[in-house]
């Protein structure tokens, strides 16, 4: 068996510290029930890019919310949030759409 120090990689990302079962996590586009740490983040929102629009508008009773979904890999890959084959901090983006 391996040492620790023998050990030939690098370990990588770990899941959760705590006992039991990890967070399960509703995809937002299929709900399928997926681990937290297999989805990938998404933000949406609304923003009003005319000009004309918001100069005439009251900028507090506009609300310019931004949400925080959720994709499994399946649909990241189908939707085209992720790029397969590239390192996690090229493939994920966080676009506001």
Do not use: L
Not at 73 to 86: V, Y
């Amino acid at each position: 068996m391996f040492d620790i120090s023998e050990v030939p990689y690098k370990r990588g990302y770990v899941h959760s510290k705590g006992r039991g079962q990890e967070t399960k996590i509703r995809c937002d586009f299929c709900s399928k029930i997926v681990p937290r740490w297999k989805t990938f983040p998404v933000f949406r929102g609304f923003r009003i890019n005319d000009p004309m629009i918001n100069k005439n508008m009251d900028k507090r009773m506009i609300s310019g919310f931004q949400r925080k979904m959720y994709a499994c890999p399946a649909c990241a890959r189908f939707r085209g949030i992720i790029k397969p084959g590239r390192s996690r901090t090229t493939r994920v983006s966080n676009k506001v759409y």
